[in-house]
């Protein structure tokens, strides 16, 4: 019999970013899903990258044909159905066993890009391997120079496209959720959180039957004893390097023949030095809130450092985006694109390839219905006069 199919159950029990967010601090322990969903310190950060979303207005035009929108783009001349990247986010395996593995699946199927991150519970050669695409990788500045330019090499081997260098952590934020809970890679048993943790019978299963998390791409380099939990924020603390210059961007620039990607902007003089060392992209963030806490909102950042460079290279945004329409209101404000990380792992932890695949399809109708409603048809029509800007 004809007419529209049944939704499937996850689309029928799931409408938002934030139903993904509820379910999968239902399937984690605690000390899991703060790892994922916490910030530093008062979480002020985090706080103020959803406030600003909420300030900025939206301002539809009427009477505009609109009865085809078109959500693809291209981002550093990579064509995407729409204007979504998901992000780099260490230990995915954390929410599910090799966790990267179906988010980047997921991605691929929707037809945006995927960036691995060099703090991966899978290595970066299986990622490539297992899920052929356009992805994108992710580098820190270790204190290791070798075990830096390995990764760029490891990198540019396994055929990925963009090189994503995080620039905002000379050292690691104070996460105090994680301090609290003791966090340990990979997730131990203690008699603290052991009732917690036996009540989440799924996740220990797939935990179970999964490889240990660690840090594969650097598996190596892991404290002595290797097979032991080690503390999460000293052995990162120990590899980050507070030394790292311009100078090293221009190393980096030297290795690296792809389009290179500096993540970790808020001011618009580092945004000017981005690109006179050669940077082909920004991304505008403050790291989910999860260093520097108190750090601007990256949507009050954005117009400012578009203005400034917005004409020399590309600009993307993270931090925050939780809805189709704060995409629109980045798009208007001048990025490119945005990238996402809590709300994918959201749903990786919640339905695994199915979840990631369900939080782009929500982003993406929600962006897709915004458009219509703004009276736009292309995601190139999204600009300032779309937006209306609340600086309470």
Not at 118 to 133: D, F, H, K, N, Q
Not at 173 to 192: K, Q, S, Y
Not at 310 to 325: Q, S
Request: aromatic share 4%.
């Amino acid at each position: 019999m004809g007419g529209i199919p049944a939704p499937t159950t996850m689309q029928a029990m799931v409408l938002t970013i934030e139903d993904l967010r509820r379910q999968s601090r239902r399937r984690l322990p605690r000390a899991v899903f703060d790892f994922i969903d916490g910030a530093a310190e008062d979480e002020l950060t985090l706080r103020r990258n959803r406030e600003a979303f909420e300030r900025a207005a939206l301002v539809p035009r009427v009477l505009v044909d609109v009865h085809e929108v078109d959500l693809a783009t291209t981002v550093l001349g990579q064509r995407l159905a729409a204007p979504l990247l998901l992000a780099p986010t260490g230990l995915c395996g954390m929410a599910t066993s090799c966790g990267e593995i179906p988010a980047a699946r997921a991605a691929v199927a929707a037809g945006v890009a995927f960036t691995a991150s060099c703090m991966s519970s899978v290595t970066l050669e299986e990622i490539a391997g297992r899920v052929p695409g356009e992805h994108w990788f992710q580098l820190y500045v270790w204190r290791d120079r070798a075990i830096t330019r390995s990764l760029v090499e490891r990198a540019a081997a396994a055929g990925y496209r963009v090189l994503v260098v995080t620039v905002d952590t000379p050292v690691l934020g104070r996460r105090e959720r994680d301090l609290r809970n003791g966090a340990t890679i990979p997730p131990r048993i203690t008699v603290r959180n052991a009732l917690d943790t036996l009540r989440r019978p799924r996740w220990l299963l797939a935990m179970a039957r999964g490889p240990r998390v660690t840090f594969a791409n650097v598996s190596g380099d892991a404290p002595a004893g290797g097979v032991r939990p080690f503390a999460l924020s000293p052995y990162v603390n120990g590899l980050f390097d507070p030394a790292v210059t311009w100078d090293d961007l221009d190393w980096l620039r030297g290795l690296w023949r792809g389009p290179l990607v500096v993540k970790g902007v808020l001011s618009t003089e580092d945004a000017r030095l981005a690109a006179d060392h050669g940077a082909d992209a920004i991304v505008v963030s403050n790291h989910g809130g999860r260093q520097l806490d108190g750090a601007p909102a990256t949507l009050d950042a954005l117009p400012a450092i578009a203005d400034r460079v917005g004409g020399r290279l590309e600009i993307l945004l993270d931090g925050g985006v939780r809805r189709g329409a704060d995409v629109a209101r980045a798009l208007a404000l001048g990025a490119r694109a945005c990238m996402i990380g809590r709300p994918y792992l959201y749903g990786l932890a919640a339905g695994g390839e199915a979840g990631v695949a369900r939080v782009i399809e929500i982003l993406t109708a929600e962006l897709r219905r915004v458009l219509a409603l703004l009276g736009c048809t292309r995601v190139e029509d999204v600009g300032p006069a779309c937006v209306r800007l609340d600086r309470r």
